[in-house]
């Protein structure tokens, strides 16, 4: 039987709120609390525990932004990341673009609480990063360069070169923007672009970055950028190759490890190994069908803040327990 179950009689009741009180209210340590009372502070703990147990004690959190606290302290322990916010649980009907929307401002939120002058931040583009960028209101003067060249297709609304100028035009910093496609026809064409001089400028501040900001995608379709912008054939070839995921372009497998192939010499993006050297990554990734693809980029070591949603969360959680990062 719980101690759920087994009502409390008023003295007991009085006891355990003395010490919860003491404990919570006035902020007294238990070794205090057993000083005072002449028990030992064992017994405090265990009062305690029973106070919370039998609903006498309720512990809330009152956030300013809607996270489930306890789904993002299982996963940032399980993947042992510096920082997660889980998105609480949405409807089951809620539309996507309402969970974007969502993920975006958690995002902005945070961005907007970490970044300092003397940043230099990294955006890829990604239909959540953008709704990021819709939502800052205000940033330190910092610069603000561009990940990846645009994804073809795209209203200019959406494009990446967009997406920075709307957070440069906040912060009043520097731009450093990349007009230029996301994927080229060959290796020759990407060498030729890298090499003038706007885009060189832009590559040369990659290894200069201190935070970035990205998009985790699953390799499949309408769930990656650089996915939906090949053909038939250069899709099944990758992912004959063991691809799970991809974030700014970078292809991951199951297991975290960096997969290279043809892809990785025509597309105009910050290189794996210029990801991993950025001090702080957040990595937005969201949504039951991505579970798998947030699970192998976490476990490749690039990410140290994960922006999720409860749907993706629980899947999470059982893909680390079956095999512990």
Request: hydrophobic content about 45%; aromatic content about 4%.
């Amino acid at each position: 039987m719980s101690a759920r179950s087994v009502p409390l009689s008023l003295t007991d009741s009085l006891d355990l709120a003395g010490v919860a009180h003491r404990f919570y209210v006035r902020g007294q340590s238990k070794l205090e609390i057993a000083d005072e009372l002449g028990v030992s502070r064992f017994k405090i703990a265990r009062m305690l525990d029973k106070a919370r147990e039998t609903g006498l004690v309720r512990i809330e959190f009152r956030l300013p932004v809607p996270v489930d606290v306890t789904l993002s302290e299982e996963i940032r322990a399980a993947y042992r990341l510096d920082r997660v916010l889980v998105l609480e649980r949405a409807p089951a009907n809620e539309p996507r673009e309402v969970v974007r929307r969502k993920i975006g401002a958690l995002a902005a939120r945070l961005l907007e609480d970490i970044a300092t002058k003397d940043d230099i931040i990294g955006l890829s583009w990604a239909r959540s990063v953008n709704a990021m960028t819709e939502e800052i209101r205000a940033l330190p003067r910092c610069p603000i360069v561009q990940l990846c060249g645009v994804q073809a297709g795209m209203d200019m609304r959406g494009r990446s070169v967009e997406t920075v100028s709307r957070v440069t035009s906040v912060s009043g910093g520097d731009a450093y923007p990349l007009f230029a496609p996301l994927v080229l026809p060959d290796r020759r064409t990407t060498e030729t672009l890298r090499r003038q001089p706007g885009i060189a400028e832009t590559f040369a501040q990659f290894k200069n970055l201190t935070k970035a900001v990205v998009s985790i995608g699953a390799w499949q379709e309408g769930e990656s950028t650089v996915y939906d912008a090949l053909d038939e054939d250069e899709r099944s070839a990758i992912a004959d190759r063991g691809a799970t995921a991809e974030i700014a372009a970078r292809l991951f497998t199951a297991d975290g490890g960096a997969l290279s192939t043809g892809l990785a010499r025509h597309v105009l993006a910050i290189s794996t190994e210029d990801l991993r050297e950025v001090p702080e990554v957040i990595a937005l990734g969201y949504s039951a069908p991505k579970a798998a693809a947030v699970d192998a980029v976490l476990r490749s070591g690039i990410v140290t803040t994960l922006i999720t949603d409860a749907a993706a969360a629980a899947p999470l959680l059982d893909l680390a327990a079956a095999s512990p990062p």
